[in-house]
């Protein structure tokens, strides 16, 4: 797997729309998670067991988002998660959706490790750096 390349299929269903069958803004971040949770399990790291194991969370520090075309109830959209930057206690994502091939929605996210307890920033777990770098690297 490279992470240039990782994506994650979804499906719109009805109720990611508005009444105009057209997918509901806020739905997008919905998406583009479940994409970077099947990033970090595709890495072999389980977001429970991290947590269970580690005491740390992964959080979303920021992110923009440019809206360029619609998707619509029943499409097939391709999430796809690229890293942008690995520092010591976060990492920054450039997330895409596209539907065959055509940008709908760009993204940058900055997601940070917390303590699971106390909310506090933390460093990359050592194993979860080693494999996000070793990924990077073969970009």
Same mark, same amino acid.
């Given at each position: 797997?490279?992470?240039? *390349?990782?994506?994650?299929?979804?499906?719109?269903?009805?109720?990611?729309?508005? %009444?105009?069958?057209?997918?509901?803004?806020?739905?997008?971040?919905?998406?583009?998670?479940?994409?970077?949770?099947?990033?970090?399990?595709?890495?072999?790291?389980? *977001?429970?067991?991290?947590?269970?194991?580690?005491?740390?969370?992964?959080?979303?520090?920021?992110?923009?988002? %440019?809206?360029?075309?619609?998707?619509?109830?029943?499409?097939?959209?391709?999430?796809?998660?690229?890293?942008?930057?690995?520092?010591?206690?976060?990492?920054?994502?450039?997330?895409?959706?596209?539907?065959?091939?055509?940008?709908?929605?760009?993204?940058?996210?900055?997601?940070?490790?917390?303590?699971?307890?106390?909310?506090?920033?933390?460093?990359?777990?050592?194993?979860?750096?080693?494999?996000?770098?070793?990924?990077?690297?073969?970009?």
């Amino acid at each position: 797997m490279s992470l240039d *390349q990782f994506h994650w299929p979804v499906r719109v269903y009805y109720e990611d729309t508005d %009444a105009g069958g057209v997918v509901y803004h806020s739905n997008y971040l919905n998406f583009m998670e479940r994409a970077r949770t099947e990033w970090l399990r595709a890495l072999g790291f389980e *977001q429970t067991k991290v947590k269970e194991s580690l005491g740390v969370i992964i959080v979303v520090h920021s992110l923009s988002i %440019a809206f360029k075309s619609p998707a619509y109830f029943n499409d097939l959209l391709d999430i796809h998660c690229n890293v942008a930057k690995i520092g010591r206690g976060s990492i920054e994502l450039a997330q895409t959706i596209t539907r065959n091939g055509v940008l709908l929605i760009n993204a940058h996210v900055k997601a940070a490790f917390v303590n699971a307890a106390t909310f506090k920033p933390v460093g990359i777990p050592p194993n979860i750096k080693e494999a996000m770098l070793q990924e990077f690297e073969h970009d």
